[in-house]
């Protein structure tokens, strides 16, 4: 499919600059899968690589995608750019739909979003009472 196709290129620019993927890929030690996991952990955090590395070969699928997750969001958190990218790009929309149900959608920083889902949460209980 396309979309497989797209992800496999992306994931073959970014073995570009990752040595030790390229030589797995080479080796055929990884899946495409596990590959498109290690590229874009690796790319967040490169020093972390060859730990990506053993660790898809070693773990099971769902816990190796968590562990990626893990290093890709401690690697970004680390950024002192990470927060500044997040807050511009905040949104939120809300609309009614066909039916005269309202929708929203949106993106807020941890921050501002624990307090705002517990809200809607809060209020989501009481109207389903």
């Given at each position: ?13 970014k ?24 590229a ?64 929203f ?17 809060s ?7």
């Amino acid at each position: 499919s396309v979309p497989e196709a797209v992800s496999v290129i992306d994931t073959a620019k970014k073995a570009e600059k990752l040595p030790a993927l390229a030589e797995a890929l080479s080796a055929g030690q990884l899946s495409p899968t596990q590959a498109k996991v290690v590229a874009s952990a690796a790319s967040a955090d490169p020093a972390s690589e060859s730990q990506l590395i053993e660790a898809a070969t070693t773990l099971p699928m769902a816990e190796f995608s968590g562990f990626a997750r893990t290093v890709a969001r401690d690697a970004r958190q680390a950024d002192p750019e990470h927060h500044k990218r997040l807050h511009a790009a905040r949104f939120f929309h809300s609309w009614v739909d066909t039916e005269g149900v309202l929708r929203f959608s949106g993106g807020v920083t941890p921050e501002d979003g624990v307090p705002m889902l517990s809200a809607v949460r809060s209020r989501a209980a009481f109207v389903a009472a």
